[in-house]
């Protein structure tokens, strides 16, 4: 191997390693998710890994042809097979995405037709002799719109997001873009159209891809959690409720903390809010019906109750017994589990101490508690 072969090759190593890592990555929150029943998140997490793992496997087939590969069969046999891997990449973004969960963000039939249309390039590239002919070029056009469509199903969650994690998904989808990008330079390098720029298209390719992947890491840096399109429209309430009293300590609306930018500022702490009182009994009611089973189970139990217009879904604390967790929902409450979970963790987190002691405190408790506003805050951010 020269020099430079030894140079290209360890570049496109260290991104390669990038890229198989950050597919790693999207597989295990594919599994964590899952465990969750935050179904449309999982699945996301699920299409972006298999696309990356297939796009940047094929690459590396590509690669190690041009370096390393000088029998013509074997060349052949390389060229076809990363090809091949690089058309079943968005063939497995869609496949995944093809389900009526995601009816909101992309048209089914649409999502049908250019998975057949997909399905066209590997049967032309299997019919081709050589990646130099024109049948084969007329394959990697009919990828093209796919890649366009999963662009274009990513604009459509960003529509329907708001806040942090908007700016994550803009985030993730520039890096996206800029990624995508440097497949153009990939595709001048290894079907030589312009021999003499050959080692400038790799390199700046490179770049390319370091740019986008290095977009795309930081945009999942410490995200906001994704419970689904539009959950925060079907976030109402939270209460947490003294069993023994059967008084709320802490209550906040959430359709409130939406609209109103000083609702969860520290700055209204004093001000005491008001409780729905015909909702609130019926939360209470529900307590009483489920108290019984849920402090003599071991483990973590959720029970939920249908109300005419809402949905609310009750988790007992198994550190504090006497204390409820409440949370008020309009429908599709299967992704709010999880945030009802993460709510009363951090809950428990926070007023650790505070908690163990609970009865022993003579101060208006609503008041003690409203630090968790900051929270709340953080959650939905």
Request: hydrophobic fraction near 50%; charge should be positive; glycine fraction near 4%.
């Amino acid at each position: 191997m020269i020099p430079s072969q030894e140079i290209e090759f360890i570049t496109f190593l260290t991104l390669s390693i990038i890229s198989f890592q950050l597919s790693i990555y999207f597989f295990y929150q594919y599994f964590k998710l899952k465990k969750r029943n935050l179904y449309f998140n999982s699945k996301l997490q699920l299409s972006f890994g298999i696309f990356l793992l297939l796009l940047i496997t094929g690459i590396c087939f590509l690669n190690n042809v041009r370096l390393f590969q000088t029998d013509v069969i074997v060349i052949l046999l390389f060229s076809k097979l990363g090809w091949l891997l690089i058309f079943l990449a968005p063939l497995g973004f869609l496949f995944c995405v093809l389900n009526q969960q995601f009816h909101e963000i992309l048209d089914i039939k649409t999502t049908q037709i250019l998975i057949l249309f997909n399905s066209i390039a590997p049967v032309l590239l299997f019919l081709s002799p050589s990646t130099d002919t024109l049948l084969f070029r007329a394959s990697i056009v009919l990828m093209i719109p796919s890649l366009i469509y999963i662009i274009y199903i990513q604009l459509n969650i960003i529509k329907k997001t708001k806040g942090q994690l908007k700016k994550r998904i803009i985030l993730f989808l520039s890096g996206e873009i800029v990624a995508f990008s440097s497949l153009v330079n990939a595709l001048l390098v290894n079907l030589s159209l312009i021999p003499e720029w050959s080692n400038v298209f790799y390199y700046s390719g490179l770049g390319i891809l370091f740019c986008g992947l290095l977009l795309i890491i930081i945009s999942l840096i410490n995200s906001p959690p994704f419970y689904g399109l539009n959950y925060q429209q079907n976030l109402l309430k939270f209460y947490v409720i003294n069993n023994n009293n059967k008084k709320c300590f802490y209550f906040v609306d959430f359709q409130r903390a939406f609209s109103e930018d000083s609702y969860l500022s520290t700055v209204s702490i004093k001000n005491v809010r008001s409780i729905d009182k015909a909702l609130f009994s019926k939360v209470i009611t529900g307590i009483e019906l489920m108290i019984g089973d849920l402090t003599n189970t071991k483990g973590e139990k959720i029970t939920q109750i249908q109300q005419e217009n809402s949905m609310l879904i009750f988790d007992h604390s198994t550190t504090y017994e006497d204390i409820s967790y409440i949370l008020v929902v309009k429908n599709d409450v299967q992704p709010y589990y999880s945030f009802l979970q993460q709510l009363k963790r951090q809950f428990e987190l926070f007023f650790k101490e505070i908690l163990i002691s609970l009865e022993k405190i003579k101060t208006n408790p609503e008041k003690l508690f409203r630090s968790f506003d900051m929270i709340i805050a953080w959650l939905l951010r």
